[in-house]
């Protein structure tokens, strides 16, 4: 989809690749304790996504910053599609 390359560009690959561990290693946790009580064995890269996608909208949105809409908003829809295909 061209998301990670658009975030590289604007960034760094340095940033690029903090961002996305922090981002997957939140959404790891996070399902864990969504999940807590459950036999759920819980793997993928969603959070670590969705975490470069948030913080590109972030940016744009603080800085006020011209992203490209489109190319962010099919990433989120893909990306929340295939979580209903598995659950």
């Known amino acids: 989809l061209g998301i990670g390359f ?4 604007m960034f760094s690959r340095r940033v690029f690749i903090a ?3 922090l981002s997957g290693i939140a959404g790891g946790i996070l399902s864990a304790v969504v999940h807590r009580y459950e036999l759920i064995v819980s793997c993928g890269a969603s959070g670590a996504i969705l975490g470069i ?4 909208l972030a940016f744009g949105l603080c800085n006020k910053i011209e992203l490209p809409f489109s190319k962010i908003f099919t990433n989120i829809c893909c990306v929340s599609n295939t979580w209903k295909l598995i659950v």
């Open 19 to 21: 961002v996305y561990m």
């Open 6 to 9: 658009l975030f590289e560009n």
């Open 53 to 56: 996608t948030g913080y590109l």
